[in-house]
């Protein structure tokens, strides 16, 4: 009854295409098509990259289970379901499949079963699943970003600027940070390193975040950098991230080493990536690079007298033991090595077919995957993938009646949650995006783009010659005439945190008070200023929730996202 209130109260049809600007005819249209066909939704990551995201897709899943299209082919919502049980398991297995490394998880797996069964008769086991990938998740000393970007690089001058934040939300990111901590809801174990830690080295390995992370080409300069001893990269490419380094590892670009790729439920198959050539001059492949690092940890802490050191789990490790667990005792020494490994453990995690092995995969060129495995990809949706049958979510809960992972073992619509019910969001609702960056009229979103995997190839020469070969802002011709802009001409971006020059390129197809900019890297701008300089990425301060059962983190869910880059407010003006 209460969220019917609310639908009449403040969502009606009238309401919404007051709010929308979406005819009434056609939400009613939208509607009962919904009402009266199978429909599936689409979710993006624009919704996690929204700060009001997790509302844009509760309200999905609320119109997806009123209209019964809920765990039936055809019906639910999009979800990316990786199968990747081939990394997770790599990353914390103490010897290989051969030699028993996947039995050990097994056991491991089943003992989280069994404690978890016996403290609650009612569990299921993929809430048992859950608990283990959590453990394992600690195992990997994956943290939230968040909390780092928070404490060690600048970003609480962002995140607690109240002007920029939800105004129904009753403090700061740092006060709703300090309340969780208190209530144990996150530990030491996620705020690593831990708030009066001073970081001292900073790696970068697949990363380039002075481009990608947001704001991080005005941050990390001026208050991360300045406290580390030193900067390294490994990298493929001079990025803009590895000219602020003090020392670049040059590393094997994709064809130079062997690989395999991730695939998803939307394209299940694995592809092998064979070596073209061999890496040029000092070029090694990322896992022989990184063993020859922790070799070379080894032989220094010899020559000074070290012998242990403690983890940041409270753990003895030994310096000289650092190498061969890592190589794990020589049998994984190169990217091939780690490829074979990884068919291993996929046949023993039954993600591909009992006997495939790495030869047959190297001539077959791809394997298309049987089940997501064992690791937390398939609790993302709700059902195990099968070859031969459409795959969609939530099967388990509607077809096997199992109860569902949440506070009330049911589909949770309603979140009794202080937090929840003190901002307004215990049901579903809308709030429009509050005024990250201030009160400026354009409102920023973006993409991928087209003649670039991110920003990689976006400063190649050939590729160049498909776009204007240079940084520009999408604007529409109406808003561009009323600032007397024209096409082609340069124009100043800027918030009240930051400013960048970008070239404008005027469309019809823009809405009104948007603005479109893609990746590019920051030596393409004016003093290395993107536009990713502006865009802030604040977390959302509730999703530091804990004390209820689906408020929970673990490998690739349940954070605060610092990624929130749709809707940033913005003015542009003539340079």
């Not at 208050?223 to 380094?245: H, N, T």
């Not at 589909?411 to 579903?428: I, R, S, V």
Request: aromatic share 12%.
């Amino acid at each position: 009854q209460m969220m019917k209130d609310q639908l009449d109260r403040e969502f009606t049809p009238e309401k919404a295409s007051a709010k929308s600007g979406v005819p009434v005819s056609l939400i009613r249209e939208l509607a009962r098509k919904v009402a009266k066909k199978r429909t599936s939704s689409y979710i993006g990551f624009t919704a996690a990259k929204s700060y009001h995201g997790d509302l844009f897709e509760r309200a999905m899943y609320l119109a997806m289970a009123l209209s019964g299209n809920w765990g039936k082919p055809g019906t639910g919502f999009y979800s990316w379901a990786y199968a990747e049980d081939n990394m997770f398991f790599l990353a914390v297995m103490n010897k290989p499949t051969a030699q028993g490394g996947m039995n050990e998880m097994a056991e491991m797996q089943k003992s989280f079963h069994e404690r978890l069964k016996k403290e609650d008769p009612t569990s299921t086991d993929e809430m048992a699943d859950i608990e283990f990938t959590k453990a394992v998740t600690t195992l990997m000393g994956a943290v939230p970003p968040a909390m780092w970007l928070y404490n060690h690089a600048g970003y609480d001058q962002i995140y607690d600027n109240r002007a920029w934040a939800d105004p129904s939300l009753k403090t700061t990111f740092g006060g709703y940070l300090k309340e969780a901590v208190d209530k144990g809801w996150w530990t030491k174990s996620h705020l690593r390193p831990a708030p009066d830690k001073i970081p001292q080295v900073y790696m970068m390995i697949s990363h380039n975040p002075l481009r990608r992370k947001r704001s991080g080409a005005k941050l990390y300069p001026e208050v991360l950098f300045p406290k580390l001893k030193m900067i390294f990269a490994m990298e493929v490419r001079m990025s803009s991230s590895a000219m602020y380094a003090d020392i670049v590892l040059p590393c094997a670009w994709y064809y130079e080493k062997h690989e395999i790729t991730t695939p998803c439920s939307g394209n299940p198959f694995f592809t092998f990536v064979d070596r073209a050539v061999a890496p040029p001059g000092e070029c090694k492949e990322e896992w022989e690079g990184m063993a020859l690092i922790l070799k070379k940890v080894g032989e220094r802490a010899r020559a000074r007298g070290l012998t242990e050191f403690t983890d940041h789990y409270g753990k003895k490790r030994r310096y000289d033991e650092l190498y061969g667990k890592f190589v794990m005792d020589g049998h994984l020494m190169t990217n091939e090595d780690c490829v074979k490994e990884m068919v291993q453990i996929n046949v023993a995690a039954e993600v591909f077919p009992k006997g495939y092995t790495y030869e047959q995969l190297r001539k077959d060129g791809q394997v298309k995957f049987t089940t997501l495995g064992q690791s937390v990809a398939k609790y993302a949706c709700g059902n195990e993938y099968a070859p031969d049958k459409p795959f969609f979510p939530l099967r388990w809960h509607v077809d096997d009646r199992k109860v569902y992972p949440t506070h009330t073992r049911r589909a949770q619509f309603y979140f009794d949650h202080d937090w929840y019910l003190e901002a307004g969001e215990a049901l579903p609702t809308h709030k429009d995006p509050p005024l990250m960056g201030g009160n400026h009229p354009f409102q920023v979103t973006g993409g991928h783009p087209r003649v670039s995997i991110h920003s990689t190839h976006l400063s190649n020469a050939h590729l160049s010659r498909l776009h204007r070969g240079q940084p520009v802002v999408h604007m529409n011709d109406r808003d561009a005439a009323e600032l007397g802009i024209g096409d082609g001409e340069m124009v100043t971006m800027f918030n009240d945190f930051a400013d960048c020059e970008i070239m404008a390129r005027l469309a019809p197809n823009i809405q009104p008070g948007q603005c479109v900019v893609y990746f590019w890297e920051n030596y393409q701008y004016k003093q290395w200023k993107p536009y990713d300089i502006l865009l802030l990425g604040i977390p959302k301060a509730l999703h530091l929730a804990g004390g209820y059962e689906q408020f929970r983190y673990y490998y690739l869910n349940g954070s605060p996202a610092p990624a929130t880059d749709r809707g940033v407010r913005v003015s542009i003006k003539k340079a």
